[in-house]
T-cell receptor, first 114, second 112 residues
Framework: GAGVSQSPSNKVTEKGKDVELRCDPI?????LYWYRQSLGQGLEFLIYFQGNSAPDKSGLPSDRFSAERTGGSVSTLTIQRTQQEDSAVYLCASSLGVRDGELFFGEGSRLTVL | GENVEQHPSTLSVQEGDSAVIKCTYSDSASNYFPWYKQELGKGPQLIID?????GEKKDQRIAVTLNKTAKHFSLHITETQPEDSAVYFC???????????FGAGTQVVVTP
């Protein structure tokens, strides 16, 4: 009965490098969400998946951000050519379905861009 | 799109007192209103939710009230305890979206 698992838990990178963040949702959850939380701020929606498709990518801040989900399970959020303003905690959540109430969050991946 | 405002941003209460956090939203089609609690270094966790066909819901020391006409909902914590200290987020969802739109959060500090 594992919860949502995210890796890495901490990532320090240099400006301009690419990073990949991984999310392993709860088994059987068809919906998966990515949020970003900057220091002391609220949760900023990035993208969500229903199965492998992403009906709403409206929150992705720029074309440097992309995400994919394969096999209706694991998702990867990729940030290319990282900038200092990308520094934040990236939170992943899953739910049984997009209209099914509770989101279960992982503990997040803290990204620091130097 | 939906706009969710949350107040206050910080709230300090004496142990045993009550805490109230309020959120307003803009989209009258919104129909699901959860509250999440986030402890330091953890992901947010659902503590209570309410749907648009219900005006109030209670679970032990926490309760949520919803006023759809005025488009606001509130979290009430009674008999606060030190373990209630955390950041609390309200959120809103409409069926047409699927995503949750979160408020900016309220840092609650319960002092013994």
């Amino acid at each position: 009965g594992a919860g949502v698992s995210q890796s890495p838990s901490n990532k320090v990178t240099e400006k301009g490098k690419d990073v990949e963040l991984r999310c392993d949702p709860i088994s059987g959850h068809t919906a998966l969400y990515w949020y970003r939380q900057s220091l002391g701020q609220g949760l900023e929606f990035l993208i969500y998946f229903q199965g492998n498709s992403a009906p709403d990518k409206s929150g992705l801040p720029s074309d440097r951000f992309s995400a994919e989900r394969t096999g209706g399970s694991v998702s990867t959020l990729t940030i290319q050519r990282t900038q200092q303003e990308d520094s934040a905690v990236y939170l992943c959540a899953s739910s049984l379905g997009v209209r099914d109430g509770e989101l279960f969050f992982g503990e997040g991946s803290r990204l620091t861009v130097l | 799109g939906e706009n969710v405002e949350q107040h206050p941003s910080t709230l300090s209460v004496q142990e045993g007192d009550s805490a109230v956090i309020k959120c307003t939203y803009s989209d009258s089609a919104s129909n699901y209103f959860p509250w999440y609690k986030q402890e330091l270094g953890k992901g947010p966790q659902l503590i209570i939710d309410i749907r648009s066909n219900v005006g109030e819901k209670k679970d032990q020391r926490i309760a949520v009230t919803l006023n759809k006409t005025a488009k606001h909902f509130s979290l009430h914590i009674t008999e606060t305890q030190p373990e209630d200290s955390a950041v609390y987020f309200c959120a809103v969802r409409t069926d047409s979206w699927g995503k949750l739109q979160f408020g900016a959060g309220t840092q609650v500090v319960v002092t013994p």
